[in-house]
Nanobody, 121 residues
Framework: VYVFEHGGGSVQAGDSLKLSCSTE????????LGWFRQAPGREREFVAG????????NYVTAVKGRFTVSRNNALRTAYLEMKNLKHEDTATYYC???????????????WGQGTQVTVSS
């Protein structure tokens, strides 16, 4: 396992939470990173992505303005800061590394085990 997510938990609607994604990838700075989520009974969906340099990002419409993706290549870590959380954000969140930062999950090579985020309304 090369990718590890941290920071999930149970919060109230309107609260904030920051997820981190640490990796063992020695060439971390050459990978794009994506955050995905999967709610019970639903397909996994793309949430946000960031390119290898950290100067381009990509978000699904539902989280624009509330979520911010970032990365620190020196620490080989990526982050997903989530604000104004809603009940519908409840899901298992996954971090993935690949030669992309877009929504196609098939383009990602390394996946974490996921971290649970539960938002109570």
């Amino acid at each position: 396992v090369y990718v590890f997510e941290h920071g999930g938990g149970s919060v109230q609607a309107g609260d904030s939470l920051k997820l981190s994604c640490s990796t063992e990838l020695m060439t971390f700075s050459t990978y794009g990173l994506g955050w995905f989520r999967q709610a019970p009974g639903r397909e996994r969906e793309f949430v946000a992505g960031i390119n290898e340099r950290g100067d381009q990002t990509n978000y699904v419409t539902a989280v624009k303005g509330r979520f911010t993706v970032s990365r620190n290549n020196a620490l080989r870590t990526a982050y997903l800061e989530m604000k104004n959380l809603k009940h519908e954000d409840t899901a298992t969140y996954y971090c993935a590394a690949g030669l992309t930062y877009g929504p196609d999950s098939r383009m990602y090579n390394y996946w974490g085990q996921g971290t649970q985020v539960t938002v109570s309304s």
